[in-house]
């Protein structure tokens, strides 16, 4: 199933360019489940070959996850908390992420938008308790523009790398798969200490509500 995906995202890519680019980055950013490591590094694999730019890849991107993130969070907004209630738990975001959600938000607001952006997962079901509860959408979007802008950035940059050390390998998606999984390193080094941070703002958040 998932090899199937894969085939059918990279031949969306390779037909529609930056089209391709910002559709699947809208489905990324909302609860579809989209990997935007296999959407953006092919991008810009091809960005490296000159069939696309560089710069127009990460702004593709970018615009597609605001896109994605405004429309979680309109849909969240209207549902409302029942919804959740009923089938976040389906989505990955249950009643328990969205309260720990509304304690990060409402001591980090804007800071807490922008870390989950850049954040695998959490990026997803972000935009659900934002809706929920209400936050202001000018910062919600602004925070979530930078955030996705830094992550697209990121991963242009990825799969130029792998180009240059794979060259030829986008015409195999499973040995581009098997490429970004080989030097994935750094990048999951980087969500990891993100992700350190994530835990680290909610802990601090949970221990000091109480005193509140």
């Known amino acids: 199933m998932l090899h199937e995906l894969t085939l059918f995202w990279f031949s969306l890519l390779c037909r529609w360019g930056y089209a391709g680019v910002i559709v699947l980055m809208a489905m ?11 959407v953006v590094p092919p991008a810009a694999y091809w960005a490296a070959e000159g069939k696309l730019n560089f710069w127009g890849v990460v702004a593709a991107g970018t615009f597609g996850s605001c896109i994605g993130a405004l429309a979680t969070y309109l849909a ?12 976040g738990r389906y989505i990955g975001c249950g009643p328990e992420k969205v309260e720990r959600a509304q304690r990060l938000l409402a001591r980090y607001a804007a800071g807490g938008v922008f870390f989950s952006r850049l954040l695998p997962v959490v990026r997803h ?30 991963l242009a940059w990825f799969g130029q790398r792998i180009g240059r050390l794979n060259p030829g390998a986008i015409e195999d998606p499973e040995r581009f798969i098997a490429a970004v999984k080989g030097e994935a390193l750094w990048i999951v080094l980087a969500c990891a200490g993100l992700a350190a941070l994530y835990v ?12 509140t």
């Open 125 to 154: 079901v972000i935009g659900i308790p934002c809706g929920i509860l209400r936050i202001n959408l000018k910062v919600y979007m602004l925070a979530t523009l930078l955030g996705s802008f830094i992550w697209c950035w990121v």
């Open 28 to 38: 990324e950013s909302s609860i579809f489940p989209v990997p935007s490591e296999i």
């Open 76 to 87: 969240a907004r209207w549902l409302g908390p029942p919804a959740v209630a009923r089938w």
């Open 200 to 211: 680290l703002m909610l802990w601090t958040t949970r221990k000091k509500e109480p005193a």
